[in-house]
């Protein structure tokens, strides 16, 4: 069976850590004999400029007709002055929403090499490993009514409006218990239900739902101590569910635990699986096109995607050994830097993993015969990694 995976490579960083990730596709295709085909398309700020809408009606399509979607990221200067309702993040919201990928996972985990590369004391964080669970197709992101009014005394005046059906809670609820059966049976609930009446709903669904899965342990959290609690005591979280809206803020928070926002990959999933795979970080205009960025989340949400969308335990697991093992080499891009380890850009940190899973699946093959390893390498026409 041929896998489908749109490509949608975005704006700023967007495309040269995407090039990474397809790096890693066609790798597993080319060593694992994985069938997949790959179409591109563009998004966001891409979008405005070649289509003039941040969703091009081809590029929904080949995402609906895909079985995932690999995304970059959107957004940047150049487009920041057009109006909200047609800017390159329209184009995201739209993806998420038209697919209904209401489940958002995004695991925070700290490699024990990058324990330095956080701004946090070691103590706090190493070990660290959190799952973030965040409902991605509602609350006010998605809210009506919306817009900026003009009020009688002809003052203007913002409005959103956060909602959730209970519905909505109750399957975001299912994805993070489900989540902690296969982890820590942890689930923080987080909210503002001592302000919000949306969110005072959101922590009774869930409690109804925890009484489906007994073995799972359910607590509850206002957001602004779940914030300084992610700061001050990270590793007490297993699994954390929560609104789009928090999500959105303790993600970028749980992000920087880990040493940096260029590590953190995520999956948007829908009832079925159908997943919309993309690094956590935005597209970093400030150093796009440098070949400075980190591509290692990006190449991690194809991981992911293994995993998730493709039911490939064995492909996730070889990727994820490869990013491991380049770290252990030593092998840094600028944002996860520290004094004595290898400063590599983007291109070069790619194919450093990519060569780091051919290594692994030929040992795997040769039985660890190092001799048969080389020749299999040579023959490949590959070197890298071996003298
Ligand atoms: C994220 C991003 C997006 C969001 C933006 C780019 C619309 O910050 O994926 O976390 O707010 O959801
Ligand atoms: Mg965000």
Redesign the pocket.
């Known amino acids: 069976m041929t896998h489908k995976i749109a490509v949608l490579a975005g704006d700023g960083i967007g495309p040269e850590i995407v090039d990474q990730a397809v790096k890693v596709i066609d790798c597993l295709q080319r060593e694992l004999g994985w069938q997949v085909e790959m179409e591109q398309a563009p998004v966001g700020g891409a979008g405005i400029d070649h289509a003039g809408h941040p969703l091009p009606e081809a590029t929904l399509r080949l995402a609906k007709a895909a079985d995932a979607v690999l995304l970059g990221a959107v957004g940047g200067p150049k487009w920041e002055a057009l109006d909200i309702a047609i800017r390159p993040e329209k184009g995201l919201l739209g993806l998420r929403s038209e697919l209904q990928l209401f489940a958002n996972l995004r695991p925070a985990l700290l490699y024990p090499q990058l324990v330095h590369a956080s701004t946090l004391k070691p103590e706090v964080v190493s070990g660290l490993d959190l799952m973030i669970v965040r409902e991605l197709t509602g609350d006010i992101y998605f809210g009506k009514p919306r817009g900026i009014r003009t009020l009688e005394n002809g003052e203007r005046q913002g409005f959103n409006t956060m909602v959730y059906a209970e519905h909505e809670i109750e399957r975001i609820g299912r994805v993070a218990f489900e989540s902690a059966m296969k982890r820590g049976k942890r689930v923080c609930s987080v909210d503002k239900a001592n302000v919000l009446e949306a969110t005072e709903l959101w922590r009774e669904v869930m409690t109804r739902v925890a009484k489906d899965y007994p073995q799972v342990q359910l607590s509850h959290m206002y957001v602004d101590n779940a914030a300084m609690q992610l700061v001050r005591a990270p590793k007490q979280f297993d699994v954390m569910v929560t609104g789009n809206m928090f999500g959105?803020?303790l993600?970028?928070c749980a992000a920087m635990l880990t040493g940096s926002i260029g590590m953190l990959p995520s999956a948007s999933l829908d009832s079925k699986g159908k997943g919309m795979y993309e690094p956590?970080h935005?597209s970093a205009p400030d150093i796009a096109g440098k070949g400075i960025a980190n591509p290692l989340a990006t190449i991690l949400s194809v991981a992911m995607m293994m995993r998730y969308t493709f039911n490939d335990i064995k492909s996730a697991a070889v990727i994820e050994a490869a990013v491991q093992e380049v770290l252990v080499e030593g092998l840094r891009t600028a944002d996860i830097y520290t004094a004595g380890t290898h400063k590599v850009g983007t291109e070069e940190m790619g194919d450093a993993v990519v060569a780091a899973m051919i290594r692994n699946i030929w040992r795997a093959e040769t039985g660890g015969d190092a001799s048969a390893e080389k020749r299999c390498m040579r023959e490949g026409g590959l070197t890298n990694g071996i003298d």
């Open positions: 959105d803020i993600s970028d956590i935005g």
